[in-house]
């Protein structure tokens, strides 16, 4: 004979009550996991930081330092990618948070491509900059350069 709600006991009722709670709260992890999806993929779109996007307003830089496993945790620095057209010694790598000016440009209607060093200008900013440390990264396309190159020298 099955039990009428009145007939459950306490416990019965407790241990349901668990065990929608533990449904519930995976079901919110889940959801903010894919919300923090979102927002990293829009934030990468839009070229603004995740807080930029929410509208949420910092007050100052953390003192805190974070990096990511992989990340430059060397002192030498990336090579700029970005330049302010109306400030040449402004650089920016493309990495971490906006740097004012580049939020300003963005704010104005340029897009980062506009902002993009050429190959020029980074020959230029190099010769500008000889004590400027970067890191050297090595692509494929470069090490099938230099392979090809290399061919030709010994041939």
Not at 29 to 36: G, K, S, V
Not at 53 to 82: D, F, H, M
Not at 89 to 101: A, D, M, V, Y
């Amino acid at each position: 004979m099955a039990k009428t709600e009145d007939q459950r006991s306490y416990l019965e009722m407790l241990s349901d009550f668990k065990s929608l709670k533990s449904q519930m709260e995976q079901k919110a992890d889940t959801r903010i996991l894919e919300i923090i999806n979102e927002l990293k993929i829009l934030s990468e779109v839009k070229g603004k930081s995740i807080a930029e996007i929410l509208g949420i307003e910092t007050q100052g830089k953390s003192k805190r330092s974070y990096t990511r496993g992989g990340a430059n945790t060397n002192s030498e620095k990336q090579e700029p990618k970005y330049q302010n057209p109306e400030n040449p010694n402004e650089t920016w790598s493309g990495r971490g948070p906006h740097p004012k000016w580049v939020k300003e440009c963005l704010k104005s209607g340029r897009s980062l491509a506009d902002l993009k060093i050429t190959d020029e200008g980074l020959s230029k900013w190099k010769q500008a900059n000889p004590t400027h440390k970067t890191l050297e990264h090595t692509s494929n396309k470069d090490k099938a350069d230099r392979a090809e190159d290399g061919e030709k020298a010994g041939t």
